[in-house]
């Protein structure tokens, strides 16, 4: 989302940038577009993404100040932080 609030870009480009597969970078985007966070712009046979609102970028700051507050408490969780044993947080077990 970073990326996109510079500008439009395409799925190729991000690819190449964050060097994940394309079926990963895809599939984020589609998540992203279908939750109404990014829109896409259909150029020939490129589709170009940006944000679909600007305020996004307030919001993803506000989360990184979060998370270098609170990052190490995360990563320590014994239930979802790294390396713990603990169940996954899904759709299942989150209702």
Do not use: F, I, W
């Not at 896409?40 to 600007?54: A, D, E, F, T």
């Amino acid at each position: 989302m970073k990326r996109m609030a510079g500008g439009e870009v395409r799925v190729g480009d991000l690819t190449a940038e964050l060097g994940l597969a394309q079926s990963t970078v895809s599939a984020h985007v589609a998540c992203l577009r279908d939750c109404g966070l990014v829109e896409g712009r259909v150029q020939g046979r490129s589709v170009y993404y940006s944000l679909s609102r600007p305020e996004l970028m307030d919001m993803l700051a506000q989360a990184e100040v979060l998370l270098a507050a609170t990052g190490n408490a995360v990563s320590l969780c014994p239930n979802y932080g790294t390396g713990s044993t603990g169940a996954a947080l899904t759709k299942e077990n989150a209702q």
